[in-house]
């Protein structure tokens, strides 16, 4: 519960931030919200030799409409989506997403570029980024969230990498984001999101492998007009989740079944 | 006649504002000059031969004054870690427990070295340097399987894994059988739970050779009984030691026993020559404090047809971990002898087998085998009425004893002393709205949906302990309490006491007797308890005992002042003292309330000079108290739930609990003591559960992300009653309630999600009711 040592380093830019990362070297982590970082390295899961602090760099904290777009900069605070007009009314989902992460402390804290680029299985957003098809924006380059999350907490983002944007498109028709938990404040032991958009559903299965799931196959089985009963059966197809100590296998792909029938269900 | 204003008045706690603020002072707020931090090194493995312990590169690391292991300990501690042998009638194999591992690691977690450091960082960073070779032997984690014969063993040298074999039989249990209509038989198991004191264990110990002096501040329950110990261990006498327990945050039973870290803090202190502190982090707290419950019970019924109970068969089997707890065997004689629970049984059958596993201790956890008692009587009962198809509160019913039949003795002949059993499930029942919710049951049952009714009709054990019933089991020990109630010339009132607060609220309970006893003003009642040095010797607080026998001490030493004082007025009064009135804090003479003398004015005459010829001057009185039996608080608590026929989660749609503690001394207090029990209880009802790896014997619930306790968002609004049945046993009627919640509410939960899955034909389920264990039962059940 007492973290090793490490260096510490506060950026005031994406182009410090970078020099910072390279300047430490490859076990150079940077610092968001801390909320999943800091927990790992108190449990010496994590042994970084320097935190690059992003917290200072006011232009990655923004939420911003442009077209058809919806641009959430990386230090975004869960409570600032939660909570904000723009989203609420151009991606209600992401809104109500935002509102289910955590407890207060977390959503006061943690960060939307911190889940997509920590890439937790049981994270909220990357299901949404997954399944609309969003962008994740780095001081390199532009990539689509199916190329973005690659294995367990593993995504294509490179050492010195740092994400500064998620970029999603504005739907804002029915939609019901659903999340099995334990307790009010724990992370979805499987979470399940449904969008109506441009006419189709889009499905998204939260925790049921090592990176989000888009549920094509149940997508494709409402566009040939299932009931969402029956189009629900196929939430599970393919799917392989480990078991853990909350669910086993199984469990996981009968609430996959169960939430994503429910999901479509209630989507307003 | 005096008109009582604070015993019985619901007023805040005393002690919060300063909590609340964050003005506490718990062992980590204090400092000492030139300390050190100590980080121990604990044992990566279950079970392992230690080949060699390097110390090499941690002692070259920045900050380290020393490091430590078991051999330069053994310099300074004799013998091992105590264990109340005598509760084991038929003491099997109990391994001492030296508090660092020497050759064998037995548990995950246990210490083997220790190392001392500038800073806490450089301590813990040491720490991991420490190299440590172990070679694994057998290990033990299926404790059922470490009671058969040819199991691989806990300990290498020991000659089996079984701490006791003890039976507790109550009447003829043949006999019962024998007339009865239907006998039915279940498995219950009591999972082991962590006890979670929001504070984990802390120590810090400054040891000053001359003088041969040991102060040692302790997060503890207990600072008098942790001296004794450290006086046999240290080898110094107790008057040379002071053992602090200043604010602690909480313990639920995990803090009333020494611990390895006291004497290892005390000696390394002592080989150091600087204070040195340790504190648990949580996830050694979840590794190395130990944990609650660890068991299976197998239980038989035996009833008659029309739901007379006859006798009950309980065979307890204890998972210990590597070594008995402290009080061990405690929770598994508690659990059989309060087995009965309130019904009227015609015979009754103990057996109760400790075991040892390659694991943390199990030892005391709120309730202290009564809950494990309440939960399998609780589930007893309604396994006869669902398989009679008899309402569960009509079973019940049948079967209590009535208020004319106390003190009533249960088979294991243990006397309750006052109880109106009938009457706290009645005044559920109506609050709950019973007969509405069954006719709601069936109908949506007719809509496939789970709604489940839970009763919980429970009685315990408080007030540890009366000398004549524990003599036995205890060694001789009398767990009397003691209290000084000392009146100051001006008339304030110091009163200082052998148990002590860690959340229970006693700066406020206490000083509503003593300012009521008195008759001074509440503000000026100082309570002191937790330092050794200025309080009388006392077992501390566990068990509900600090009112029932710890409060009614201060309620005697209260008369005692109140005599005296008495005839110091009737002095000052110059009236006889058979013709003085004590009322309201006023003596006065009989028939002229005008001539009065309040305490303060007797106190300050206590004095001076010109006190009644022969009388020694001061106020103060002592008092040990020795309660003439146990106190038997009870209740009726009701639980609803409705169960997803889809998902199996569990949501508690109602909760009654009416209780009955006797007299109340303040009722905020009363149902803080319930809302934290039953808390704790539906947490060991639908989430907690201490996992080991069944081949590595690591913990697997390592963390408290892993281990899920309920929140604000788990709980239900509790809607809490009482009904008040004095306690004939002590003065104030009163019987102790930090349990009680504990023990009720985890066999209201599970009895209600057993009825709400009764169509299922599932007659009973185990803790934790989690909804992927739900949904597999269900399931199966469908097929
Ligand atoms: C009690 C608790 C409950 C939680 N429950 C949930 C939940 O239900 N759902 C959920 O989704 N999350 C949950 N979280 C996680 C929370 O949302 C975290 O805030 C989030 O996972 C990480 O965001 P952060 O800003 O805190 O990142 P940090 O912890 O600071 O960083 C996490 C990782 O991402 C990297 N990183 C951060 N920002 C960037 C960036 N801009 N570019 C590149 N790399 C970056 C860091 O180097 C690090 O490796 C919970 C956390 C806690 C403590």
Known sequence: ????????????????????????????????????????????????????????????????????????????????????????????????????????????????????????????????????????????????????????????????????????????????????????FDWAIVGVAAQKMNGDWRIGLTNVGPTPVRAKAVEDALKKGAKPEEAAQHASDGLNPAGDLRASPEYKKHLARVLTKRAIQQST | MAVTTMIGARIHRREDPKLVTGHGSYVDDLRQVGMLYMSVVRSAQAHARIKSIDITDAGKAPGVVAIYTARDFKTMISGGLPVTESLIADKKYVPNQFPIAETEVVYFGEPVAVVLASERYQAADAAEQVQVDYEPLPVVVDFEKAMQKGSDKAHSDGPDNIAWDVKFPGGDIEAAFKEADVVVKERILQQRVFPLSMEPRVVMANYVPFGNQLTLWTSTQVPHFVRIFLCFGLGIPESQIRVISPDVGGGFGSKLRPYPEEYLAAAASKLSGSPVKWVETRTENLQATTHGRGHIFDIEVAAKRDGTLLGLKVTNLSDNGAYVGVFGALQSALSLFLAPGCYKWKAFDGRTVGILSNKMSTDPYRGAGRPEAAHLVERAVDLVAHELKMDPADVRRKNFPTEKEFPFTNPLGMVYDSGNYAKTLDKAMQIVGYQELRRRQAELRKQGRYLGIGLSTYVEICGVGPSAATDHVSGSISLVESSIVRVHPTGSVTVAVGTHSHGQGHDTTFSQIVADTLGVPYESVQINHGDTSDTPFGYGTYGSRSLPVGGISIYKSCQKVVDKAKKIAAHMLEAAEADVVFDQGRFHVKGSPDRAKTMGEVAFRAHQTGLPDGM???????????????????????????????????????????????????????????????????????????????????????????????????IPDLELDRTITPSPTNDLGVKGVGEAGTIAASAAVINAVVDALSPLGIKHVDMPASPDRLWKMMQEARK
């Open chain 2, 616 to 714: 020694e001057e001061g106020l103060e009185a002592v008092t040990y108290f020795d309660p003439p039996n146990f106190t038997w608080p009870f209740g009726a608590h009701i639980c609803v739930v409705e169960v997803d026929p889809e998902t199996g989660a569990v949501d508690i749609q109602k909760y009654v609990a009416v209780d009955d503690c006797g007299n109340v001394i303040n009722p905020m207090i009363v149902d803080g003591q319930i809302h934290g029990g039953v808390a704790q209880a539906i947490g060991q009802a639908l989430f907690e559960e201490v996992v080991y790896a069944e081949d590595t014997g690591q913990l697997r619930t390592g963390t408290l992300l892993d281990y899920s306790i309920p929140g604000i968002g788990e």
């Open chain 1, 1 to 184: 519960m007492i973290p090793a040592a490490f260096e510490y380093a506060r950026a005031s830019s994406v182009e410090e931030a970078s020099k910072l990362l390279n300047k430490f070297g490859e076990d150079a982590k940077v610092l968001a919200g801390g909320h999943s970082l800091i927990p790992l390295m108190r449990l010496r899961l994590a042994q970084p030799t320097a935190l690059i602090d992003i917290n200072g760099i006011k232009e990655l904290d923004h939420i911003k409409e442009d077209g058809h777009k919806l641009r959430i900069g990386a230090l975004t605070r869960h409570v600032t989506i939660q909570n904000s007009s723009v989203v609420k009314d151009k991606l209600p989902l992401l809104a109500e997403i935002a509102g289910e992460v955590g407890d207060n402390q977390v959503r006061n804290m943690g960060t939307m570029g911190g889940v997509i680029a920590h890439a937790d299985a049981a994270g909220d957003y990357p299901t949404l980024a997954l399944m609309l098809d969003a962008e994740i924006v780095t001081n390199q380059r532009t990539i689509q969230a199916k190329d973005f999350f690659k294995d367990l907490f593993t995504t294509s983002l490179g050492p010195d990498e740092i994400v500064t944007e998620v970029v999603f498109p504005v739907a804002n028709g029915p939609h019901k984001y659903i999340k099995f938990r334990r307790r009010l």
